[in-house]
């Protein structure tokens, strides 16, 4: 989401004559999209101020400016705390940036950290920063709703609001032309996208569908989707539907039905269940991942132990998974105690990732021997003899590279895996 706010910013300021640049030696300007989710997304932050001090004491005229999530979050604050910023910009504010960037050049620090009902950056056109062409994000929705007890979402990103379907459609219309032939539709909660205009109501699955109608060769994801909003009607789209990729994130959080009531996550884990086995029954063959939070506040052993029994049951192709980390101002941070010891949150953690990667390998060594569609992002990071791209379930796959380009599709056959990727050869073009 902050890839897709990035190219929002960009955006905004290409149309004030800026121009981007990978070198940050060069930049006379350095704004940093930034997270809150947990403390440590924080921390890298404030590493990332420290070791650009010296740019600034260099050249007192280079403005720094701290956007996005962290800067909602704390405001004025980081004016007090970190000298070197010259702005600070909420997620909603970013229209705003040139005349932020003018106070800030005039010597005044500048803060806006307002957030809207309304702000979707419906109509900027963002200009894409990934280097490979082929993929790209879109933003259908910001903020949320929910209110988890842990998340800090909703108070720095705001309220809930979708995005007009017809600009959605017109930005993943625009990538298919540019040569681009997938796409990524990001939302906190998609499955709660609405649109209403004139009496005509657009929910989610029906966005999705219209997305995958551009064109058969556009294949299209999303995320993420919340178990307790996750459809029939949404698994029925994505059967119906080819190019609508076969893998759904759907964070779990907990297996235990007593922590994810203190998480305010409105299921239980049978109802998860239930959602897992509708997706297999609906869409054969589809991957699943997850997240995972280890350590919650007042977790038991045997919820622990929950959570481990679900993950083996439900045979997640790929997780997310982290310590919890208490976040000021939560429903969490307000009302209970983050009383599970540093060591246990560790020890939880550990054995949640190895029994994780146990399964996720298990997944890579049943698609030994069988032949998948990929779509060619680029050469592989290690080696430029060897061609890489995903399969539809979302899984990496490494290739010798015989003359195919980025942005086709072929047949590849899976000879064998390692623990992050499926290795083979093209069986033939498509
Ligand atoms: N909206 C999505 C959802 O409901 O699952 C994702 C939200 S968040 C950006 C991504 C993940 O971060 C969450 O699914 C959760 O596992 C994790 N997370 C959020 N708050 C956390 C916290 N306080 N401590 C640890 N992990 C957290
Ligand atoms: Fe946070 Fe819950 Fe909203 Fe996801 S659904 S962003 S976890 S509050």
Same mark, same amino acid.
């Given at each position: 989401m902050n890839v897709a706010d990035s190219e929002v910013v960009v955006s905004i300021l290409t149309g004030q004559g800026y121009e981007h640049t990978d070198?940050?030696?060069?930049?006379?300007l350095i704004l940093i999209n930034t997270c809150s989710i947990r403390e440590n997304a924080e921390q890298r932050i404030r590493g990332r101020l420290k070791s650009i001090g010296h740019l600034k004491r260099k050249d007192n005229s280079i403005m720094i400016g701290l956007i996005g999530c962290m800067a909602e979050r704390l405001k004025e604050k980081v004016l007090e705390q970190e000298h070197i910023v010259d702005m600070v910009i909420g997620p909603?504010?970013?229209?705003?940036l040139p005349s932020l960037i003018a106070e800030a050049e005039s010597g005044h620090k500048a803060v806006n950290v307002l957030l809207s009902?309304?702000?979707?950056?419906?109509g900027i056109s963002p200009v894409r920063?990934?280097?490979?062409?082929?993929t790209s994000f879109v933003s259908i929705m910001r903020g949320c709703?929910?209110? %988890?007890?842990?998340?800090v979402v909703p108070y720095v990103r705001g309220a809930e609001r979708s995005r007009d379907p017809e600009s959605v459609l017109n930005e993943v219309n625009d990538l298919w032309v540019k040569g681009y032939r997938e796409v990524t539709l990001l939302g906190?909660?998609?499955?709660?996208y609405r649109w209403e205009h004139e009496g005509n109501r657009t929910g989610f699955p029906e966005l999705l569908e219209r997305v995958a109608l551009i064109n058969p060769r556009l294949r299209v994801r999303f995320s993420t989707s919340h178990p307790k909003d996750l459809s029939d009607e949404l698994l029925k789209t994505i059967s119906k539907?080819?190019?609508?990729?076969?893998h759904i994130h759907l964070p779990?959080?907990?297996?235990s039905s007593r922590i994810l009531k203190l998480m305010n996550r409105e299921y239980t884990r049978e109802w998860y269940i239930v959602r897992i086995n509708a997706i297999r029954s609906i869409i054969p063959g589809c991957a699943v991942s997850t997240d995972i939070i280890a350590g919650? %506040?007042?977790?038991?052993e045997e919820d622990h132990n929950e959570t481990l029994s679900l993950i083996e049951w439900a045979g997640f192709d790929f997780a997310y998974m982290f310590k919890y980390s208490e976040r000021p101002g939560t429903k969490a941070a307000r009302r209970?105690?983050?009383?599970?010891?540093e060591e246990i949150k560790t020890r939880r953690l550990n054995e949640i990732i190895s029994l994780q990667n146990k399964i996720s390998g298990r997944s890579k060594k049943m698609d030994v021997g069988r032949v998948f569609e990929v779509l060619i992002e680029g050469y592989s990071k290690r080696s430029k003899d060897n061609l890489s791209g995903r399969t539809s379930q979302n899984k990496v796959v490494v290739f010798p590279d015989d003359g195919h380009k980025k942005g086709e599709y072929v047949n590849v056959s899976v000879e064998r895996c390692t623990s992050a990727t499926l290795i083979g050869k093209i069986n033939q073009s498509l």
């Open positions: 070198d940050i030696t060069e930049a006379r909603d504010a970013y229209r705003a009902r309304e702000e979707t950056y419906a920063m990934d280097k490979n062409g082929v709703n929910n209110m %988890c007890a842990y998340c906190q909660n998609v499955d709660s539907r080819t190019n609508i990729c076969r779990v959080q907990s297996g919650f %506040c007042s977790e038991t209970y105690k983050d009383d599970i010891p």
